[in-house]
Nanobody, 124 residues
Framework: VQLQASGGGLVQAGVSLRLSCETPGRIWNALIMGWFRQYLGKEREFVAAISRNGGTTTYGASVKGRFTISRDNDKKAVYLQMNTLKPEDTAVYFC??????????????????WGQGTQVTVSS
């Protein structure tokens, strides 16, 4: 499954940004989708995840209340709306897909499909 993330960029603190991730894969509806981020030299951090039907979402503590994950199964796309961005949100953001059993997944090891990453840089 090929995942293609886009929407990153250089923005000032306080503004919003929306990331998108699409796939032409046939098994889209079978995938739990998630977003992770990784800053230089640090481990990949869980950001958000959404269930196959979009009815359940979960967020990392550092983004809860500011970020919103959503998906459009007709377009085979998942989105990450990021509001009130902070300099500490600066990272490479990855979308990921998991075909494993469960509703949502918060651990990177549980995702077998990954996009190439998109850079988000938030200046103060």
């Amino acid at each position: 499954v090929q995942l293609q993330a886009s929407g990153g960029g250089l923005v000032q603190a306080g503004v919003s940004l929306r990331l998108s991730c699409e796939t032409p894969g046939r098994i889209w509806n079978a995938l739990i989708m998630g977003w992770f981020r990784q800053y230089l030299g640090k481990e990949r951090e869980f950001v958000a995840a959404i269930s196959r039907n979009g009815g359940t979402t979960t967020y990392g503590a550092s983004v809860k209340g500011r970020f919103t994950i959503s998906r459009d199964n007709d377009k085979k796309a998942v989105y990450l709306q990021m509001n009130t961005l902070k300099p500490e949100d600066t990272a490479v953001y990855f979308c990921a897909g998991s075909s494993k059993l469960g509703i949502v997944k918060e651990t990177a090891a549980e995702y077998e499909f990954w996009g190439q990453g998109t850079q988000v840089t938030v200046s103060s």
